[in-house]
C-alpha cells in the first residue's frame, strides 16, 4: 500500500460513502469518505485481527 494515498474498496460506489485506508509511516490509518477528517489510527497487527474476527464472525452478534 503506497504511503499517503487514500485506497477504497473496488467494491465501492463512486460517491463519498465508503471506508478508505492508507499507510502512515508505522501505522494503518482509515476513514470514512464523507468525514474525512475523523481518522482511526492502528497498527498492522491490531488492523490483522480485526479483519480475522470479521471473517470468522466473531462479530455477527452485534449486528
Known amino acids: 500500500m503506497p ?3 487514500w485506497q477504497k474498496s473496488s467494491y465501492s460506489s ?4 465508503c471506508v478508505e ?3 502512515a509511516d508505522e501505522l494503518i490509518e ?11 489510527r492502528t497498527n498492522p497487527a491490531a488492523l490483522a485481527a480485526l479483519l480475522d ?6 462479530f455477527d452478534h452485534h449486528a
Open 3 to 5: 504511503q499517503n494515498q
Open 14 to 17: 463512486s460517491g463519498d460513502n
Open 21 to 23: 485506508v492508507r499507510r
Open 30 to 40: 482509515l476513514r470514512e469518505s464523507d468525514e474525512g477528517h475523523l481518522i482511526l
Open 53 to 58: 474476527g470479521l471473517k470468522a464472525g466473531e
